[in-house]
């Protein structure tokens, strides 16, 4: 029998828990022909204007003496420019992190503490100033696995199973994997712009040797009873432990086989791939959302009580996923209505309450992780998804409205323009607050009507 080691990588076979071998059927990327692409990011999201305390100038001691160390840490001049860009735009020095941290100190952590053996921390530094400078640069786009590492992939994919057939079959996989993992994107590319320095000190913790990093949450951002929120914390085998009647610290970490495509990517990143930051946290995201069983290595999850689906993360896991990474009550709007065949059959809302909801969310200043549905002719018509994330609205000359959107499925790191006309109708879910939620109609929380759903069509077996 053949070992597994991972040269380079720092891993070895006797480290890892083999995953459990799974049947991958062929995904076909869409895309969407009403998308226009525009040619640079011009636009940016709102939070780049938001009321979060923005500081241009280093004042202490201690900032002037990490940015320093960071400049000098950085040899190319494009980083020093980015870095620079990352002070001036107000970026660097906003702490809305769990716990006030600065994007700073973050970036500070990365390149004085230890990281993951097999990450370079002047890699991770580089990957986290491309993100302040150019969000849009997160991407669900798979990476390939090298040549030289598949061998050891394979063997751990595969339990070490000798069948020829069975190893030809798991690389065909790797070799045309494309990830489920948008729901994921959307909330990490919305904790870039929102939470700045949540998101790098989820990136320290992600990429330290650890793999690992504690949030403290509001029980009430889950659901207004708290008991309720713990079932939801439990039933998601979200780690945690309560600190007093209203909050609570949960562990967030990827699963044991993202850092392997994390190292891969460190070294071997090609353009329009995943970045190693983008690994872990979509990973962590996974983990999250598909009650800790996902396998970063085939990009499945196991079936449960929500779904019997092994790919990406429904609505119901997408919404528990937002708010707890957010810490704000979110509320998945449902729009359309979809039959027992999985055809549309109607909506729940017309589309002048809809496009309202949507602008009085980014109003406030949120993005919006919506999920928008289109017919699957290689399906019977059966309507497939994508989740996407707006990020602001615009009116052009003519009069014609457009939203203007993130979508880490184009390979194009940058903005896209979709029509209210065309995006309207096929929006099945929305992301927003529960305040603007609950202004049009009396809602139920969205976990209860999947659990009412679950029951019922359990007893109806």
């Known amino acids: 029998m053949d070992s597994v080691q991972f040269k380079n990588l720092g891993v070895g076979v006797n480290e890892l828990n083999s995953p459990q071998t799974v049947n991958r059927k062929q995904t076909n990327a869409v895309t969407n022909p009403a998308v226009t692409q525009t040619k640079s990011p011009e636009y940016r999201p709102a939070s780049y204007t938001t009321a979060v305390t923005v500081r241009t100038t280093l004042t202490t001691k201690d900032e002037k003496k990490k940015y320093k160390e960071?400049?000098?840490?950085l040899i190319n001049p494009k980083y020093k420019r980015k870095l620079e860009y990352a002070l001036k735009s107000g970026q660097l020095l906003k702490n809305n992190s769990n716990d006030k941290s600065t994007v700073l100190d973050n970036l500070y952590k990365i390149i004085t503490?230890?990281?993951d053996p097999g990450l370079d921390k002047d890699t991770i530094l580089q990957e986290c100033l491309d993100i302040i400078a150019n969000p849009y640069v997160i991407t669900q786009t798979c990476e390939d696995i090298p040549q030289e590492y598949q061998k050891s992939v394979i063997g751990l994919i595969t339990g070490l199973d000798t069948n020829p057939k069975k190893i030809l079959e798991t690389k065909w996989e790797l070799d045309n994997m494309h990830t489920g993992t948008c729901p994921a994107a959307s909330i990490e590319f919305d904790l870039a712009t929102k939470h700045t320095a949540e998101f790098f000190r989820l990136v320290e913790g992600l990429t330290s040797p650890k793999h690992q990093v504690t949030k403290k949450i509001k029980l009430d951002s889950l659901s207004e009873n708290s008991l309720d929120a713990i079932w939801l914390l439990n039933k998601f085998k979200t780690p945690w432990q309560k600190e007093d009647f209203n909050t609570a610290t949960i562990l967030l970490k990827p699963d044991e086989n993202a850092?392997?495509?994390a190292r891969i990517q460190n070294h071997h990143k090609d353009k329009g791939e995943r970045s190693l930051i983008d690994v872990l946290m979509q990973s962590t995201f996974m983990q999250l959302g598909s009650q800790q069983t996902y396998n970063s290595l085939?990009?499945?999850?196991?079936?449960?009580?929500?779904?019997?689906?092994?790919?990406?993360?429904?609505e119901f896991e997408k919404t528990f996923v937002e708010s707890v990474i957010e810490d704000k009550?979110?509320?998945?709007?449902?729009y359309q209505n979809v039959d027992a065949e999985g055809r549309l059959s109607g909506y729940t809302k017309d589309f002048a309450t809809i496009k309202k909801e949507l602008l009085d969310t980014l109003k406030a200043g949120y993005n919006i992780n919506i999920g928008y549905t289109w017919p699957d002719p290689y399906n019977d018509n059966r309507l497939a998804g994508h989740e996407i994330t707006i990020v602001s609205y615009k009116v052009k000359p003519n009069g014609e409205g457009v939203f203007i959107c993130q979508d880490s499925d184009d390979k194009k790191a940058e903005?896209?323009?979709?029509?209210?006309?065309?995006?309207?109708?096929?929006i099945h879910h929305a992301g927003i607050p529960e305040s603007i939620a609950a202004k049009d109609f009396d809602y139920e929380e969205s976990w209860k009507l999947t659990l009412d759903e679950y029951n019922a069509a359990k007893k109806q077996k």
């Open 329 to 334: 009550n979110t509320t998945s709007v449902i």
């Open 259 to 261: 850092i392997i495509r």
């Open 70 to 73: 960071l400049m000098e840490e």
């Open 298 to 314: 085939v990009d499945k999850r196991a079936p449960n009580d929500w779904t019997q689906d092994d790919g990406g993360l429904i």
């Open 113 to 115: 503490e230890e990281r």
């Open 415 to 426: 903005a896209i323009e979709m029509t209210e006309k065309e995006l309207l109708p096929k």
